[in-house]
């Protein structure tokens, strides 16, 4: 077996793919060849197919689990049930871990029920609860029928948490110690390990009752005199958490103190798991892709092989509002038809007052959402963020409404047109930063997610407010 290469850069990681893509080029083209009845060399063909395939495997087993899963997500849907099937099985389960959501749902319907136990088999809890959701039921059964006692009672105990919740992030493989041993005791425990936990950068102190004592790090277990008690390394302040608290706090305690891990305890303090920070970054990066595709307005992330009926189940929704907003737009511009052909100059600039609100909507929307995830900002806070905001849309719509007013001037020779402009630019840039923050301190308070389609709600009011304040003060002050 190879050893598994770690991903170096992305160019390697391009590389890596397009050594399997061309491998699976060889493989179509020598598998034509076999089946063709008029080859010369139908046996020589057949060989061929299987080195090629032979290469394939040989290449996957090299791969990190990471990069074979970006491979797979690179795929069409029949080259990737292909290189599925040249996967070694025990690293199937750790695969699946690496890859979507969306990319794993076509992987799974590919595998039958004992090729799905056996994929779990290598896994450790918390990872099993991580794949758990996606598993046919009966899979399911037949994961907890053959586990241990002690490790089925701590699945249940994973999967019984919500998602974005420390519990659903936490894992199970720790170090413990008592207070009353000295250090020289704790070394040679820990010489007794294989290998340590990932990501083990300290040791959790107990009592016989597992409450969470202190923390040793492994800093001060190396520095500290050998002789000397646990209790005299150890640091008694320690960052906690509690399965039910939420992921987004505790990320923000990984930022602000550069934690590498630390203890999650119930609520008698008594220590049930771990918190690492590679945890932390996957929940950050799957909460920042989840935010960019709710503010494009899709439901969810998206095989981009996946059928067109999958594709147009998860776009509808939002195109149907933005269906919606534009004809709304349309209208708007509509009941001023007839000013619009009295002065032309005004379809050439109502679409630059509807930009730049979106724009600056779309702005103050990105802050609000931001500082929300960050927990810096609370409902209550709303009258404090709408009357700064309020103010730096006020000078942004003298400073560049007067800039574009007097461009109207100049294009136009009608002072009286670039007055309008600026105006008009100046309402709806005020309007825009009602929106970017009302629009998502709204949706905070009903207990919706602040950044599902803020992007789109904030360009169809700029783009009609935009248009109707516009054409509306050319209509009373023009014409």
Known sequence: MSEEQPLSDTEDLQERLHEVEDLLAGYRQSAVAALDPESPQPAQDAALTERILDDLRARLDAMHPADVAYALEALPLEDRLLVWDMVRAERDGEILLEVSDAVRETLIDAMDRHELVAATESLDTDELADLVPDLPQEVVDDVFQALPPEERAQLRTAISYSEGTVGALM??????????????????????????????????????????????????????????????????????????????????????????????????????????????????????????????????????????????????????????????????????????????????????????????GNQTVTMIVRAIAMGQVKPDATRRLLKKELGVALINGVLWGGLLGALAWWLYKSISLGLVMTAAMTLNLLLAAFAGVGIPMLRQRLGADPAVGGSVMITALTDSGGFFIFLGLATLFLL
Do not use: C
């Open 171 to 360: 894992d199970f493989d720790m170090v413990t110690v008592r207070e009353d041993v000295t250090l020289e005791v704790v070394l040679r425990y820990l010489r007794r390990f294989d290998e340590l936990p990932e990501h083990t950068d300290k040791i959790f102190v107990v009592d016989r009752d597992e409450r969470l004592e202190g923390v040793l790090t492994l800093e001060d277990l190396l520095t500290h005199d050998p002789d000397s008690d646990v209790r005299a390394a150890m640091k008694k302040d320690v960052v906690r958490f509690q399965p039910e608290d939420k992921a987004e706090e505790a990320a923000q305690a990984f930022e602000r103190y550069d934690l590498v891990s630390a203890p999650v305890v119930d609520t008698e303090n008594r220590v049930v798991g771990r918190l690492t920070l590679v945890a932390v970054v996957d929940f950050i990066r799957e909460a920042s892709e989840a935010e960019q595709l709710a503010n494009a307005g899709l439901r969810g992330e998206e095989d981009i092989f996946a059928s067109v009926w999958n594709s147009v189940k998860n776009r509808w929704a939002w195109l149907a509002v933005n269906l919606v907003t534009a004809f709304v737009a349309s209208r708007v511009i509509g009941i001023f038809e007839t000013s619009i052909e009295q002065l032309v100059a005004l379809a050439a600039l109502m679409p630059i007052v509807a930009g730049i609100g979106g724009n600056s």
